[in-house]
């Protein structure tokens, strides 16, 4: 029997030849040793991205049911907030091999929980992110961070205005200049939230409406004295690891060379360039003392004749480190000297001079208002074992 008739290849033609032969004493002499041969090879054969699970046999479920391409619903993991694709289009969903039928999925449930006041998540809830390297806070680090929105009575939209701290299921410190000439039925108060652009999230944002709005009698708009405000909300919040309570000093408390947090989605620079944040921010500021604070704010527009209110304190002066506009309204807190787990309320951010430079930012003193908290308080009917550092509740 015959053999297979082979197919004779022409020889190729001597320019090609040598073009073959130019290209490759070029390649030989400008590329030397092992790693440069290697980067150009995968410069040229760059390794393809690995490939998402097929999507017929997958389904996109929330980041906090998918571990190793099967459902689960420990909420451990990582998840990386930097965009990236593939076939689900929202971050906070991944591709799943589904070990279950749909109809076999249920809603996970979560019970209300009150932990003493101040408790910070440093690690997150149920899960941590990476890819923050814009101060991102992790989601529920601090739970008793609060958004206060504006409804738009014609499409239902709702629009950042500033923030806040929850001191009591159903009440929120702010400041007066956030709110004052709005109308209570427009603000929704919401508790809860991390990224205002997903409902994804391992546990619920939860929405309050205004019951009744309590400004501070000595508020004067003109230059912000006194500017403290209580919100009370219908309903109180659940409190759950994503909601809590934040601490209260005791009255005329001085805070000197704290190390504290702010927090807020705010703009991220000063002026029309800057833009409001998606996912809730936090920085870490230094408290500045009164006159060293006095000093810088004299350097600036604010003239050598300036004098600093009673009712303000100051922090930050780092370059690039500072709370802006939008953030007003939004806590400064610091660790307890006792306890450096536990967090209370220093400021309310309040002003600044421009964002981000040498110049301290403005914050309402907290602890200067302590007495008018507790007798609002009171006069409401509301326990302040909430904002009681020293009260360890019973669950």
């Avoid at 009440?171 to 809860?192: M, S, W, Y």
């Avoid at 690039?320 to 807190?333: A, E, N």
Wanted: charged residues 20%.
């Amino acid at each position: 029997m015959s053999g297979p008739t082979l197919k004779r290849l022409s020889p190729l033609p001597s320019s090609a030849l040598l073009l073959v032969t130019l290209l490759f004493q070029v390649t030989i002499t400008t590329v030397s040793g092992q790693d440069d041969i290697d980067r150009v090879i995968s410069e040229v054969f760059p390794t393809p991205p690995p490939s998402p699970p097929p999507s017929d046999q997958c389904i996109c479920v929330p980041y906090y049911l998918c571990r190793n391409q099967t459902i689960n619903t420990d909420g451990e993991g990582l998840i990386d907030i930097r965009f990236k694709e593939g076939p689900c289009p929202d971050y906070l969903k991944v591709c799943c091999y589904d070990p279950m039928k749909s109809s076999e999925i249920t809603n996970l449930s979560y019970k209300e929980k009150r932990t003493t006041c101040g408790h910070r998540n440093a690690a997150g809830v149920g899960f941590r992110i990476t890819g923050n390297s814009h101060n991102e806070a992790q989601f529920g680090e601090f739970p008793w961070m609060m958004a206060i929105l504006k409804l738009n009575p014609y499409n239902q939209s709702k629009t950042y205005l500033c923030g806040g701290s929850l001191i009591h299921p159903q009440v929120v410190l702010t400041a007066v200049h956030c709110i004052h000439g709005k109308d209570p039925n427009d603000l929704i108060i919401r508790a809860g939230e991390w990224d205002s652009q997903t409902e994804n999230e391992l546990l619920p944002s939860q929405d309050g409406q205004v019951l009744k709005i309590i400004k501070h009698e000595k508020y004067y708009g003109g230059a912000l004295y006194n500017d403290v405000a209580l919100i009370i909300v219908t309903q109180p919040f659940l409190l759950r690891e994503n909601v809590g309570t934040l601490c209260l000093p005791n009255q005329n408390y001085v805070f000197s060379k704290e190390r504290c947090y702010a927090s807020g989605w705010g703009k991220n620079i000063f002026g029309k360039a800057g833009e409001y944040q998606v996912i809730l921010k936090s920085i870490d500021l230094p408290i500045v003392p009164r006159d060293p604070c006095l000093d810088l704010l004299r350097k600036t527009r604010l003239g050598q004749n300036y004098k600093l209110h009673e009712s303000f304190i100051c922090a930050g002066g780092e370059i690039g480190k500072d709370t802006c506009q939008g953030d007003g309204g939004s806590p400064l807190v610091c660790p307890l000297d006792n306890n450096p787990e536990q967090y209370h309320q220093a400021g309310i951010v309040a002003w600044g001079i421009g964002c981000g430079d040498e110049t301290p930012g403005i914050y309402v003193d907290v602890a200067l208002f302590k007495n008018w908290i507790d007798e609002q308080m009171a006069r409401e009917n509301f326990d302040t074992s909430y904002y009681d550092p020293n009260y360890i509740p019973e669950n």
